[in-house]
């Protein structure tokens, strides 16, 4: 069942970034900001390069993004399996996608940590990782039984 779950969340993260990428790129032809190529240079050096501030690695910088979106897509896939579904989990699974992108970028180098960015910068990347997360939670919970809730668990203790 669980690993049933975890291929339907990866596609469902497939349709969440999707989803985050069209709106990324619609509010891009509002606002004029530019692409960012944090995600890519992260990756790089994830990988032990040591990339430039300066650097524009197109192709990782999908492959970053896309990845990122299938990973945690598994996880929220798992969890609408598991019976942690709705709004709620969306809500939670943004603070996951959010926090795994901020540890990756700020472990590496790569990135700076979220309060030192102008406030327009933070409402926008949570607008865009919101969006992924509820539309990676709404697919994943259509495509996604959940498993039926025992008797026991009932109380946090």
């Known amino acids: ?76 896939g798992v969890w609408a399996a598991s019976g942690l579904r709705g709004p709620r989990s969306s809500l939670a699974h943004t603070v996951v996608r959010l926090s795994t992108d901020q540890t990756l970028e700020n472990a590496t180098g790569m990135g700076a940590p979220p309060p030192t960015w102008p406030r327009q910068e933070q409402l926008i990347d949570l607008l865009h990782k919101g969006v992924y997360s509820f539309v990676t939670g709404a697919v994943a919970e259509r495509l996604i039984s959940a498993r039926q809730p025992g008797l026991s668990g009932r109380t946090s203790h």
């Not at 497939?14 to 709106?23: C, K, P």
Request: hydrophobic share 45%; net charge positive.
């Open 1 to 76: 069942m669980y690993r049933q779950a975890a291929v339907r969340g990866a596609i469902a993260g497939l349709a969440g970034v999707a989803a985050m990428t069209t709106v990324e790129k619609v509010e891009q032809l509002f606002t004029k900001r530019p692409n960012s190529y944090v995600p890519g240079r992260t990756l790089l050096a994830l990988l032990g390069q040591k990339p430039s501030q300066e650097a524009k690695p197109l192709l990782a910088n999908h492959a970053m993004h896309w990845g990122t979106g299938v990973v945690l897509g598994v996880l929220r």
